[in-house]
Nanobody
Framework: EVQLVESGGGLVQAGGSLRLSCAAS????????IGWFRQAPGKEREGVSC????????YYADSVKGRFTISSDNVKNTVYLQMNSLKPEDTAVYYC??????????????????WGQGTQVTVSS
């Protein structure tokens, strides 16, 4: 059974940093892509970043380029999202998701078939 568990969310001041973790089980990182998405109140879910060890690629939304970094630890079966220079508009529930559909990979939520429960990130001004 595929399971994804996010952690690391919290409250941080603008300009601060957080590192989110997505602990995965039930599948191999080599066969799946992992994506991070976020959803703010009253807004649609937005793709933030994704990583594929299969094709050795990462991808970022324009809104987080240069501030967020996605990485994976295949030994721990965990994907991380390092978030620096946080802004109030980064406030959202952050979800990790896994895609078993194969490349190409992107940030469309319809391309991901497994989801975690989410972790709240709040950035105060």
């Amino acid at each position: 059974e595929v399971q994804l568990v996010e952690s690391g969310g919290g409250l941080v001041q603008a300009g601060g940093s957080l590192r989110l973790s997505c602990a995965a089980s039930g599948f191999s990182f080599d066969d799946y892509a992992i994506g991070w998405f976020r959803q703010a109140p009253g807004k649609e879910r937005e793709g933030v970043s994704c990583i594929s060890n299969m094709i050795g690629s990462t991808y970022y939304a324009d809104s987080v380029k240069g501030r967020f970094t996605i990485s994976s630890d295949n030994v721990k079966n965990t994907v991380y999202l390092q978030m620096n220079s946080l802004k109030p508009e980064d406030t959202a529930v952050y979800y990790c998701a896994a895609s078993s559909f194969g490349p190409p990979y992107g940030l469309d939520s319809f391309d991901y078939n497994y989801w975690g429960q989410g972790t709240q990130v709040t950035v105060s001004s």
